[in-house]
């Protein structure tokens, strides 16, 4: 029988020996120059049977992932490419929610950069470096102020885009909303799904009150799109964005959990 065992390496441990978190043993057996490889196998200090590295985290990063597929003892060489799942925490029809992953790098850095239209919606206007994107695929696991997601298609494991509930205030039970699909599949009802995901996540687990937004006024697809989920516009925040020659007025949204419960999880 395999198992898989998600594991956390905290605090930037050099070369791991033996860390518990969550329950769940760091595999001890991999060497420098193996680091953020994959199909490498190793032997769980505590489960004593050989297995593979699906994803070796580099562990310089503050807090990085790492996935130990346990294998059958009988086949040492075999590969498990076949059998590897990816990890779906959040689901939909069409969409899966994950976190991010350091391998996630070159996706993000193609999208953010490529996309011109992308960019005017969301009043982007650098580029990002590939550091600059490692970096923040990085913070998204460190920050306890934000929670991000990696938005795949379900048919194929495609990434699409990213949700993020940001700024986080646990005393008034509130945070800020984001999402950005890229342009080769908007208009397929994949920010809807992963923006219900988020919502439910928000307010189901995170205990929030209140989810709230800003959108440009010239995102008349967003803006629709926030309005038919539910979202409430509360004002206006004029010329508060300035983007190639022009300003924008921005729309403040937000939800209530009860206005949420009431659409979407009817007693």
């Not at 860390?19 to 505590?46: H, T, W």
């Not at 950069?113 to 992308?118: A, L, M, P, R, S």
């Not at 982007?124 to 929670?147: H, K, L, M, N, V």
């Amino acid at each position: 029988m395999r198992e898989e065992y998600h594991v956390i390496l905290v605090e930037g441990i050099g070369t791991p020996t033996f860390a518990e978190n969550l329950g769940r043993p760091v595999l001890d057996l991999f060497s420098n120059e193996d680091r953020g490889k994959s199909g490498i196998y190793g032997r769980s200090p505590r489960l004593g049977n050989p297995g593979r590295i699906r994803s070796v985290a580099n562990t310089s990063r503050s807090l990085a992932s790492l996935m130990y597929t346990q294998r059958d003892c009988s086949k040492p060489h075999e590969r498990m490419d076949d059998v590897d799942k990816p990890i779906k925490y959040l689901e939909g029809p069409s969409v899966y929610l994950r976190p991010w992953q350091p391998d996630d790098r070159d996706w993000l850095y193609e999208s953010v950069n490529n996309d011109v239209e992308g960019r005017r919606l969301t009043g982007t206007p650098t580029p990002f470096s590939r550091d600059a994107i490692a970096s923040y695929i990085e913070r998204q696991t460190g920050d306890p102020s934000r929670t991000g997601f990696v938005v795949v298609r379900q048919d194929d494991n495609k990434l699409v885009g990213e949700v993020v509930l940001n700024e986080i205030d646990k005393r008034n039970r509130r945070s800020n909303f984001r999402i950005f699909i890229d342009g080769q599949h908007t208009g397929r009802g994949y920010g809807s799904e992963a923006t219900r995901l988020a919502l439910d996540y928000g307010f189901g687990m995170l205990n929030l009150h209140r989810i709230e937004l800003d959108v440009y006024t010239m995102n008349h697809r967003a803006i629709h799109v926030y309005e038919k989920m539910g979202f409430q516009q509360e004002g206006v925040k004029r010329q508060d964005w300035y983007y190639d020659h022009q300003y924008y007025d921005s729309i403040v949204m937000s939800m209530l959990e009860h206005e949420y419960r009431a659409r979407y999880r009817p007693r």
